[in-house]
């Protein structure tokens, strides 16, 4: 009798521990992406109006430089544990690190413009074991929504940039 109860106790328990995993993942680690992503897109749309403008903007050539939006996802992106967080533009393309408990991560991706708007392709990152918190891909999609809602507020569309040392330059063109 006594067997039968501690093993009703230990299924229990394992069904706890299984219900809480599939909790974690289904709804934490989404919350978790959204959070930090949301905070990515808000520092890039707040950057890029503060170095653009913030009332009406028309078409032309305007330059994003790296020191900035740095100081900018410093500021806003507010994840517990992330450490010297760090953005290099070349003309090769975006480099985003930073470390986390001790771990280094940085992703990377080049920035075109296709269709009107701010793409990032070929999105990478060096550190699998932390890829799975946070894709290459989410993170990209978070830097586009970012420049990409600005431009859009603003009744344009992105016809082309180029990307140099430390910036950005962008053509704006009418929507």
């Given at each position: 009798?006594?067997r039968?109860?501690?093993?009703?106790?230990?299924?229990?328990?394992?069904?706890?521990?299984l219900l809480?995993?599939?909790v974690?993942?289904f709804?934490?680690?989404p919350?978790?992406?959204?959070?930090i992503?949301?905070?990515?897109s808000?520092?890039v749309?707040?950057?890029?109006?503060?170095?653009?403008?913030?009332?009406?903007?028309g078409?032309?050539?305007y330059?994003i430089?790296?020191?900035d939006?740095?100081?900018?996802l410093e500021a806003r992106?507010d994840?517990q544990?992330?450490?010297?967080l760090?953005?290099?533009?070349?003309p090769?393309?975006l480099?985003?690190?930073f470390?986390?408990?001790?771990?280094?991560?940085g992703y990377?991706g080049i920035?075109?413009?296709?269709?009107?708007?701010?793409?990032?392709?070929d999105m990478?990152v060096?550190?699998?074991?932390?890829?799975?918190?946070?894709p290459?891909?989410n993170?990209?999609e978070?830097?586009e929504?970012?420049?990409?809602?600005?431009?859009?507020?603003?009744g344009?569309a992105i016809?082309s940039?180029q990307?140099?040392?430390?910036?950005?330059?962008?053509e704006?063109?009418?929507?």
């Amino acid at each position: 009798m006594r067997r039968r109860g501690c093993l009703i106790g230990a299924g229990g328990l394992f069904g706890l521990l299984l219900l809480c995993c599939v909790v974690g993942y289904f709804v934490g680690l989404p919350r978790f992406r959204d959070s930090i992503g949301e905070g990515i897109s808000e520092s890039v749309s707040t950057e890029v109006a503060g170095q653009i403008g913030t009332g009406q903007v028309g078409p032309g050539s305007y330059t994003i430089t790296v020191a900035d939006l740095q100081e900018q996802l410093e500021a806003r992106v507010d994840v517990q544990n992330v450490e010297d967080l760090g953005v290099s533009i070349t003309p090769q393309g975006l480099t985003l690190a930073f470390s986390t408990n001790g771990q280094q991560v940085g992703y990377s991706g080049i920035p075109v413009a296709q269709n009107g708007q701010f793409v990032m392709n070929d999105m990478t990152v060096d550190n699998d074991g932390l890829a799975f918190f946070l894709p290459a891909d989410n993170l990209g999609e978070s830097i586009e929504s970012g420049v990409n809602n600005y431009f859009s507020a603003q009744g344009l569309a992105i016809g082309s940039l180029q990307l140099g040392e430390d910036e950005i330059t962008v053509e704006a063109i009418p929507a």
